[in-house]
């Protein structure tokens, strides 16, 4: 187990220092922004206002508030101290709003959308890309085709076109938002199904450009594996075909568990422009009204909350490949 | 390089792709010869014209010739153009409860209904189980079929500056036609027009253009930078090699769309050009690239030919142009594919979440379908704004990634099948 806790600290300490580094860049870089996001605020406020001294109060009041009249490397200790206990400062856009208060409800409708999309996605791209390369001929020819095709098709191209076959056309599905607009969030099963109806069209649009892909790579490791030596020999000893099939897919799974911790990345950015599109209530959607209200305090949240997710998603996998991969113990064991 | 060149060319895959990228490049570079109009120019009073052909009004009444034709459907189909089914059927259900027979109304024969009506029809009838509501409804049907069924033609009329008074200038006789070829303005809007009243076709075409240049500018940025630290990473090795690899790993995990949001935004709304754009893109993609490239060097670093060529005592720029990069040129050309496309593609995310280039210079992909969803296109069904826009992207990264895999399977026999 030695091998195992090595590797284990390894990844742990490779997950601090990532988010570290993003944790800075996230804070830096909207700070650079040309323009003064106060001065946005205060003369939004100070409509009609044509008393100077009142203005420069106000001003005055706002910048004490979110602290941008401080040296920068101050603000910075303050942030960390802040998002610490969960803090994030006033939402510019939204003020008096709290972005911590923004932003609370929206991380879940964005875990409990993505997560299991990419999770579902990724399990029938791999059944179906390994169900290809066994099966070859006919099977092949129809799903390969469609899997390129739907791993590169874009996958705002892919929520536009589900959102106006399902939503429009056919109206099988609610167009927007998380849950009806004349519910409110309470535990009813009115409620529950009106969630229920509005996840379909941005679960599957996730769903489908993450079979394609996730295919592809299946198929082409399986192949790989298909002709490795190992299985010519085990078909000479005379084993099983089933039995072999099992190694088979075994060893082409794992490049596809680090495949997945890489492509998280790119998969998360896809679903967030999916959730603008569906108008659904997450961190996408958010993230959006942020950009448009030139709030940095929301957007400097959000892109530090979907870090966290994507880090966190990576590390779990990389944890989970460890215990699965035999070669990670042999090698740290030497 | 002949021979690799021809076996490339032999792969369906390839050709495919190359042949459908091929095609749009030549569009874009085609069209602006015979459409010779500003790509943002606002034609359109309004938003999202239907595609079609828009013919003059003005200049068909005044077209040199008038033509006579004689058809006979042209009067059944002008009325059918006014008078829709659901009108049929409101004008039965009247005629039946005034106490005409049904057997005796046909909605088919639109003369016979139009008699039937215009005998029965009395505005003042009381019919008792008719609301006030649907009794004005039948007032203003009524109204709408006067003058449907007469022959008689439109007069024209110009206003005398002097009298003020309308003076007839002409008749248009319902019999009266224009060659199309003779009218003066015939506009195609073969895609129709955009929120703004711009043409998309052109917009469409010119902005694909903008975007191809912002992939390849950001393809390039991203392979060269990739590549010089893949090669150095992977053949001079050591803490050089540690380094490098830290920074990579660490831009690999951190989703690149946050670095794009986070950067655009910073660069703010003013500066943000679609150049601008396409080098932040370029700046952000580079590590999948790096990482390829190391590898693929470090492989090839103790091969016989290099050590041999070290112990000629050759440069290490020699060794590198001369002995590693033909090796892995076809990897970094597969990978500069899918750097275009991916740029492409990142700038569309970008665009959407409205931290593209600034719109009123340059038209791009994304910006187009930033603007079809920020006026709803499609909720309210105008597919022309956003789904011509889809097909292009889709078509560019789908000719992309078959062209990268064509070479993939001639460059990785194990592929092949």
Redesign the interface.
Known sequence: MKGYTKYFLTKLL?FV??FV??FI??FA???????DPVAGIVSHIAQGMTNTTGVQAIYQQYANLFGTNRPILEQFFIYVRNVLHGDFGFSISQYPRTVADTLKSAIWWTVCLQFPAIIVGWIIGNVLGALAAYLKKGFDNVLMPIS??L????A??MA??L??IFG?GLKWFP??GGYGFDLIPIFSWKFIWSVITHYQLPFWSIVLIAIGGQAIGMR?MS??EL?ADYVKYSRFLGIKDRKIIGYVFRNAMLPQITGLA?AI??M???A??AE??FSYPGLGTT??HG??GQD?PL?SAC?VI??IM??SA?FIIEILYGLIDPRIKAAQAD | MKHMLQQVFHSGKFIVGFCIFMALLLIVLVYPLFVNEAPLAIIAEGTFFPPGIYVSIFDSIHSPTTYTLNLDDAAAKRIASKLSNDDRIAMKDWLILDGIPEAEIDITDTAKLLDQWGENYDPKKNIPSLTNAKRNFYARLNASLQGLMSSEGDIIATQNPDTVTLEQTGVVNQTDYANISEVANVRVLALGTDNFGRDVLTELVKATGVSIQIGLVAGIIATIIGLALGLLSGYIGGQLDDFIMFITNLFLVIPTIILLILISFSIGQDKRGAFVIATVIGLTAWPWTARAVRAQVISLRNRDHVNLSKLSGHSIIHIIVADILPYIASYVVMAFILQISSAILSEAQLSILGLGPRTTEVMTLGLMLNWALIYQAEILGKWWAYLPVIVVIALITFSMNLMNTGLDQVFNPALRD
């Not at chain 1, 870089?29 to 323009?35: E, K, V």
């Not at chain 1, 791993?151 to 874009?154: D, E, K, V």
Request: proline residues 5%.
């Open positions: 490779w220092i990532t580094f993003a860049l996230n870089l909207p700070r650079l922004m040309p323009g390129i095709f791993s590169n098709f874009p705002f191209g536009i076109i959102l106006v429009v167009t927007s082409s192949i790989y002709n890489l990345g790119t998360v950015s896809g967030l422009v603008i599109i993230l959006l950009i448009l940095y957007i892109t979907i870090t994507v880090l990576n």
